[in-house]
């Protein structure tokens, strides 16, 4: 199968520190794949070298067989690629529906004009849109009215708010940082559902950064470790536990076999 | 269903703004007005003209509360300009006020080339000026949006106060490119706008009786375009804000440009398009200023900028709803000061110390709320 996204030799220097060293990465559509690693081994400026915030010093990265390298936030979004933030990144001061409204950005196609007269290509892209929002806040199951302010909801619908957001802009592959960060088991359960949801019912592939270690062994098909900004280890969720390395990158030396687990 | 959103969002975005500067008025008005009158009521004692102190400030009230909202109205304008930028770049564009006075210029050289003679019919004088208005928000918009391109964008990365000396630099730019190009062409660096007699004939709007003597309020007929043009536009601008495409990514870009970003929002043409409307209303505020003082130079914006930046301060930087408040209580305070500082001091402060006066207010109410009187709401922001 031709791969979705495809890294190549990727490397990303901050001054003198490599954050992103010499990293392949390969994922074929319709996959859900975790980056894990301890702090600071370079998995969010991984996802902020392919979402186009950073520019890699090297490498090339293809989504869909076209290089992604040089294109700004707005237009990778444009191609196909969403996101989630570590820290929750809504905006704030505007409603649930507003956010999701900002999500659809580029596929809005009324003119202000339109607006202003209330033509019918205003009022049927408008209805269209606000029903598509309602149907992704019923997707995600939020339980927030639509027209809350995204900062009086509590943590755990801010979460949905922001998948609900990158769904908006009708992704190929959206990317999760640390998406049940801070979550109870419940929420961190239901969490895991929705992210099974996203590929099985909208056929979206997954890319998942993430800590905790049940979520990423019960729903990945295959793990990628990074330390120190290298690619240290791949594989099926169980050769991953297995592997001496990663134990080491994240125990330190001399710990146990299967104390990750 | 369908209906109802199509009209809420109409609803939102025009009348619910409109209110929302009727009671704004309304309240600066009373509030100022009533303390005015009570310290003529406290110091109450005779003054010329046989009357005493309350009667002439009972007299002159109405009058000077319209004459202080129109200068308010041209500050809440302005004050646009500054807060906008403020809100999608945290920055003082102090180059604000120049693009305020190339409108000002813009729009006397188009009624000039115009030649409308200055018995003409009303409508087609109001058209003339309509033009110019127009001439001076397209001059001034795009202005703005190639000064962001050459002096702010390339110091995007850089510390603020950079892109802040930028700004001083294409203010003084822009004042001697002005005077250099009008005195090649007219020997002169300034120019009047034509006058028209219908224009400056005052409407009376009601008469009432103060102590046995008749009071006569009146409008100029200028001044009640200058009005009108500034509700129509203050009231599009919140539409473009509130109900469109366009005014929602501005917010997204005010509050997460980042995020924005990630959202598909193409981040450098909202801040163009910012600097855009933010010119063409400094502009076209230019041109009604023109209009209503006549003589104008290139050093014109500068006090002007000056007082509508306070006023942005004032409400509430980086807020929409601020800048119009912060423009209107300003005006209003600076109409009343001018009016009757004289009055009160008994000579001793006259109307050219209205500045002083209204600044001094202006820093106490930013001792008790330095966020401004409606605060820096990022949600407002844009």
Redo the contacts between chains.
Sequence with gaps: MANLLELRKVTKRFGGLVAVNQVDFTLEPGRIVSIIGPNGAGKTTLFNLI???YKPDEGEILFEGRSLVGL???QV??RGI??T?QNI?L????TVM?NI???M??R?R?S?VD??F?TPR??GE??EL?EEALRLIRFVGLRASPDE?AKNLPYGEQRKVEIA?AL??RPKLILLDEPTAGMNPQETAETTRLIRRLRDELGITVILIEHQMRVVMGISERVTVLDYGEKIAEGSPEEVRRNPRVIEAYLGRGVAIGAIA | ??KA??QS??YQALVVPLIQLFVFVAISLVVIGSVVLILAALFNRPVAGGMTLLQFVIRTLPQVAIDGLVIGFLYAMIALGYTMVYGVLQFINFAHSEIFMVGAFIGVELMLALAIPSTAPLMLIMAGILLAVAGGMIGSGLLAVVVERVAYRPLRGAPRLVPLISAIGVSFFLQDAVRAIEGLLNNAFYRNYPSFPVLNQQIPLASFTVAGQPVQMQIQAKVIFIIIASLVMLSGLN??VN????G??I??VA??R???????????RIIMLTFLIGGALGGATGVLFGVRVGRIDPYVGFIPGIKAFTAAVLGGIGNITGAMLGGIVLGVLEGFAGAYLSQFTGGAFGAEYKDIFAFAILILILMFRPTGLLGE????RA
């Excluded at chain 1, 905006?91 to 505007?94: P, S």
């Excluded at chain 2, 109900?243 to 366009?246: G, Q, V």
């Design positions: 979402t186009g915030i700004r936030p707005d979004t444009a969403s996101r933030f990144r905006f704030g001061n505007m507003e409204l900002v999500g950005h580029t809005f009324a202000p607006i202003l209330q205003f009022r408008e209805r606000r302010l957001r908006a802009a | 269903m369908r959103i199509s969002v109409l539409f473009v109900a469109t495409r366009l929602r990514a917010r997204a509050q997460d980042p995020t924005a970003a990630l959202m598909g929002v193409d981040v450098d709401m990022v949600g407002q």
